[in-house]
């Protein structure tokens, strides 16, 4: 049953996806009509609810999905289809310590912070104040700022901290900044590197290249179906190129 406080996702239509917190003191507004939230208090997720103009609306329960459609985002964010590979090439499981750079609105970060747990210690760096703010407050809505140490620091220059389990590098110049993660890595620790253009990806090759083992890039692609009675095919509108996916592992000097 739904409670104050309870964030829930108002599903109006497959454009319409709103993640909210239930506050029975204040309203929910949309362009096809509002509710009161204190008429959300008690429902069960799944059920449907009536808009101000009759229209009908669903309460559901947030998924990462809807986390990401519902987020504020200053900076550009990572797809969903390019953070789920990503958490399976970073190789972690919950407990781990991992780096990120940079923070940006704090996609990443949370996803990764809501599949490793509550024992795992996300450590982000973003050079600007502005950004990580954001991403903080993304993150403390979801209940999930205990698990993340946002750092304010250019991590071309340093990364605090040692013998970590895996760094994710999606920033515009990530060659730059794979001596501070070499160092930072434990041996056999993953790198792994999100980039949109292909100069990008040869210059983070050339320079993991010696000191990194099983080093290869990837492009993931996802195509939507529309899904209409005698018309299911290919939607002819959607988002075509993301970026590219680098992967090393940290060989040990001399090795
Ligand atoms: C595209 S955004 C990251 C988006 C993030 N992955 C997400 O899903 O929300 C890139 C971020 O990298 C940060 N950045 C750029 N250079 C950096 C550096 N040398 N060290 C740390 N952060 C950096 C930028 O300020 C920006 O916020």
Redesign the pocket.
């Known amino acids: 049953m739904i409670k104050e406080g309870d964030l829930i996702v108002i599903w109006i239509d497959g454009r319409r996806i709103y993640l909210t917190k239930v506050d029975p003191k204040k309203r929910f507004s949309s362009d096809k009509g509002y509710i009161d939230m204190e008429n959300v208090v008690g429902k069960d997720f799944g059920e449907k609810v009536q808009l101000s103009t009759g229209r009908e609306a669903y309460i559901l329960k947030p998924t990462p999905m809807d986390i990401y459609k519902g987020l504020k ?1 200053p ?4 797809y969903p289809k390019d ?1 789920a590979y990503i958490l399976y090439l970073l190789g972690v499981s919950p407990g781990a310590t991992v780096i ?10 949370i ?1 990764m912070a809501y599949f490793l747990g509550k024992e795992s210690k996300i450590i982000s ?4 104040q502005d ?2 703010n954001s ?1 903080r407050k993304n993150a403390e809505i979801l209940g999930l700022g205990d698990r993340i140490t946002f750092k304010i ?5 340093r990364i605090d901290e040692t013998n970590v389990d895996a760094i ?1 590098l ?4 990530p060659w ?2 794979i001596e501070t993660s070499y160092a930072s890595l434990s041996p056999s620790g993953s790198l792994v590197i ?1 980039v949109p253009t292909v100069v990008q990806v040869e210059k983070t090759y050339l320079s993991m290249k010696d000191k990194f083992i099983d080093v290869h890039a990837e492009e993931l692609m996802s195509r939507e179906y529309q899904l209409k009675e005698n018309a299911v095919r290919p939607k002819s509108i959607g988002v075509w190129h993301t970026g590219y996916l680098i992967y090393g592992r940290k060989l040990l000097k001399g090795d």
């Open positions: 985002r900076t550009q964010v990572l953070v990120e750079a940079g923070t940006g609105s704090g996609f990443m970060t996803s760096y973003d050079v600007r950004t990580q991403a620091g250019d991590i071309r220059e994710f999606d920033m515009p110049d730059n900044a999100f």
